[in-house]
């Protein structure tokens, strides 16, 4: 599986953004998506995910009631929307597939990677 992260920019404080995660690879529905994001100088961290059905999604509590990820298996993608947004959002954030349980927040553990996009968000 290839992942292409997009729709990183910049933002105030209280606005909103929509990452997308295009993947390429015809196994696509087999594979848990994962959220993370990495600010400057911290470790790379679970930031929510969704199940390969796109029923059931699992957030950090840092994105909860704030962030919501869903999934289009017919295009591929998966997407994270991002409202109320705060300036300790500020990361690149990276998508991630993995045939683990949605649930699993072990970044270590993730199969395939995409690249990054990075999300400013201004005070």
């Known amino acids: 599986v290839q992942l292409q992260a997009s729709g990183g920019g910049w933002v105030q404080a209280g606005g909103s953004l929509r990452l997308s995660c295009a993947a390429s690879?015809?196994?696509?529905?087999?594979?848990?998506i994962y959220w993370c994001r990495q600010a400057p100088g911290k470790e790379r961290e679970f930031v929510a995910s969704?199940?390969?059905?796109?029923?059931?999604?699992y957030y950090a509590d840092s994105a909860k009631g704030r962030f919501t990820a869903s999934r289009d298996n017919a295009k591929n993608t998966v997407y994270l929307q991002m409202n109320s947004m705060k300036p300790e959002d500020t990361a690149v954030y990276f998508c991630?597939?993995?045939?683990?349980?949605?649930?699993?927040?072990?970044?270590?553990?993730?199969?395939?990677w995409g690249q990054g996009t990075q999300v400013t968000v201004s005070s």
């Open positions: 991630a597939a993995s045939r683990t349980h949605y649930t699993g927040t072990s970044i270590y553990e993730y199969e395939y």
């Open positions: 690879g015809r196994t696509f529905g087999d594979y848990a």
């Open positions: 969704i199940n390969w059905r796109g029923q059931n999604t």
